[in-house]
């Protein structure tokens, strides 16, 4: 039986040249798409893949949050992350996702398909410059006592706070959702009491320094 792969990038150009590798892989194959987190989630629910190759920056949701969402709703669906960032958030958030891999673009091909299989054999694998920066991050995380603000917001506030930053209206947050205005307005006074800011440009510096939104160039 062929490992069923679903992958999720933005960049249409780079899911092609993917998708055209995974299938030359034999006992491999790519089963839908996604350009953005939202629909990455949407697609794991409904074609039950047992590998999402998924990029950490998306519009619409990103990466962490579409993870922690497969994970939890679709069980037994591996999570890969395939990034260009190497930083210790990106890395870090996506493995307490419930991710099972973290590899960099920058690899070649044959290191992804050993670690599909590694996944789904039940291990992590991790490039090796990954694996070092969750190890440094272990040690800073051990050796920090003060509890990080990204920890204060529910999986749902995240999710608010990346449309709020990609600079979406109270209306449009709602439709993307599918919660109420008035809902939607009482996630985003809750957030900004949790992280103790009072305007949009605070919460969208905060969302790009923290990796929920990713400012290219």
Do not use: W
Request: proline share 2%.
């Amino acid at each position: 039986m062929k490992v069923r792969v679903l992958l999720a990038d933005d960049h249409h150009i780079f899911r092609d040249g993917l998708r055209t590798l995974i299938e030359k892989e034999v006992g491999m194959e790519v089963v839908a798409e996604a350009e953005n987190g939202r629909k990455a989630v949407k697609l794991a629910e409904k074609l039950a893949p047992n590998v999402v190759i998924i990029d950490v920056s998306m519009p619409d949701m990103n990466g962490i949050e579409a993870t922690r969402k497969i994970v939890t709703e679709t069980p037994g669906i591996k999570v890969i992350a395939l990034s260009m960032h190497s930083d210790r958030r990106f890395v870090l958030g996506m493995l307490e996702a419930g991710a099972s891999g973290y590899l960099l673009k920058d690899c070649a091909f044959g290191e992804l398909a050993v670690a599909i299989r590694q996944v789904m054999t039940g291990n992590t694998y991790l490039s090796p410059k990954i694996a070092d920066v969750v190890v440094k991050g272990y040690l800073h995380k051990t050796s920090d006592d003060a509890p990080e603000k990204a920890g204060l917001l529910t999986s749902r506030e995240r999710e608010i706070l990346q449309l709020i930053a990609e600079g979406l209206s109270t209306k449009e947050i709602a439709a993307h959702v599918c919660l109420s205005i008035k809902t939607v307005e009482t996630h985003r006074r809750n957030i900004m009491e949790k992280l103790d800011m009072r305007s949009v440009a605070e919460l969208t510096k905060y969302a790009i320094r923290e990796g929920l939104v990713v400012v290219d160039g």
